[in-house]
Nanobody
Framework: VQLQASGGGLVQAGGSLRLSCAAS????????MGWFRQAPGKEREFVAGVNWDGGRTYYADSVKGRFTISRDNAKNTVLLQMNSLKPEDTAVYYC?????????????????WGQGTQVTVSS
């Protein structure tokens, strides 16, 4: 699975962005998808994850109620809708795919990674 993330940018606090991750490969519908982020000087952290059919989603506490992850297996795409953005959401965001059947919140559980897209939230 090859992943290409896009949709990052600069936004004011309280604004919204939608990240998209396009996947190639015949097995996309079989993999768990996740979004992670990494701010300067910090470790990469889990943001959101979705199981193979989109029926189960998981979120970090810091983004619950503000971010929504979804996937479209027909289009090989996973989205992250980010609302009510805060300056502390500033980071490089990565999409990732895991061959596991369960959504994991640790980066080592993910086998494939996109290149990352920068999200900057100004105060």
């Amino acid at each position: 699975v090859q992943l290409q993330a896009s949709g990052g940018g600069l936004v004011q606090a309280g604004g919204s962005l939608r990240l998209s991750c396009a996947a190639s490969g015949r097995t996309f519908s079989n993999v768990v998808m996740g979004w992670f982020r990494q701010a300067p000087g910090k470790e990469r952290e889990f943001v959101a994850g979705v199981n193979w059919d989109g029926g189960r989603t998981y979120y970090a506490d810091s983004v619950k109620g503000r971010f929504t992850i979804s996937r479209d297996n027909a289009k090989n795409t996973v989205l992250l809708q980010m609302n009510s953005l805060k300056p502390e959401d500033t980071a490089v965001y990565y999409c990732a795919a895991s061959r596991s059947s369960l959504v994991a919140t640790t980066s080592r559980a993910y086998n494939y990674w996109g290149q990352g897209t920068q999200v900057t939230v100004s105060s």
